[in-house]
T-cell receptor, first 110, second 114 residues
Framework: TQLLEQSPQFLSIQEGENLTVYCNSS?????LQWYRQEPGEGPVLLVT?????EVKKLKRLTFQFGDARKDSSLHITAAQPGDTGLYLC??????????FGTGTSLTVIP | DSGVTQTPKHLITATGQRVTLRCSPR?????VYWYQQSLDQGLQFLIQ???????AKGNILERFSAQQFPDLHSELNLSSLELGDSALYFC?????????????FGPGTRLTVL
């Protein structure tokens, strides 16, 4: 079973601050997805990274896939209250199963 | 709105009972996934169906079963319910059963077992 550890578990910051959350695996990822889940809703896909060292940007969000494909990070610049939510990393495996990380709960205070 | 619908939104029942959760995928999506989300276990993959057939199985208990019908809607049956089964249950759909594909999640069913 793939084990995806995310850190930190909880993060509370002021609007305008920058932050980084991490996702680490016990083994090599085949690919990695990041999701955001808002209270009372299901997760929504933000990005998929496939290649080691890959960097993808989505407005103020920057996603990085580690060179060894065992870790990934999500950096948010100038956080806004609308960024509040649970950030989950997930790895689909060859068996069509999806493993989700433990999650980082982000609160951005206006 | 993801286009995935789940009913009911909330369900309160007693230990030992049996419940059925229903999911309608996005129009045209053939693949349906079920997940359980609890505070201590996080979001756990239960099972996947593609066009009526089971494609992948995760940490699904023997007391739980699922099926996908010809009209592509899916049902998750939970029996002999225990307190620990209280959780959010999500259904997701995608157009293909392939990995790296985007899954669209429904709003979830919150199950409370008393």
């Amino acid at each position: 079973t793939q084990l995806l550890e995310q850190s930190p578990q909880f993060l509370s910051i002021q609007e305008g601050e920058n932050l980084t959350v991490y996702c680490n695996s016990s083994s090599v990822f085949s690919s990695l997805q990041w999701y955001r889940q808002e209270p009372g809703e299901g997760p929504v896909l933000l990005v998929t990274v496939v290649t080691g060292g890959e960097v993808k940007k989505l407005k103020r969000l920057t996603f990085q896939f580690g060179d060894a494909r065992k870790d990934s990070s999500l950096h948010i610049t100038a956080a806004q209250p609308g960024d509040t939510g649970l950030y989950l990393c997930a790895e689909p495996n060859s068996g069509n199963q999806f493993y989700f990380g433990t999650g980082t709960s982000l609160t951005v205070i206006p | 709105d993801s286009g995935v619908t789940q009913t009911p939104k909330h369900l309160i029942t007693a230990t030992g009972q049996r419940v059925t959760l229903r999911c309608s995928p996005r129009s045209g999506d053939l693949s349906v996934y079920w997940y359980q989300q609890s505070l201590d276990q996080g979001l756990q993959f239960l099972i996947q169906y593609y066009n009526g057939e089971e494609r992948a199985k995760g940490n699904i208990l023997e007391r739980f079963s699922a099926q996908q019908f010809p009209d592509l809607h899916s049902e998750l049956n939970l029996s002999s319910l225990e307190l620990g089964d209280s959780a959010l249950y999500f259904c997701a759909s995608s157009s293909k059963p392939l990995v790296n594909g985007e899954q669209f999640f429904g709003p979830g069913t919150r199950l409370t077992v008393l």
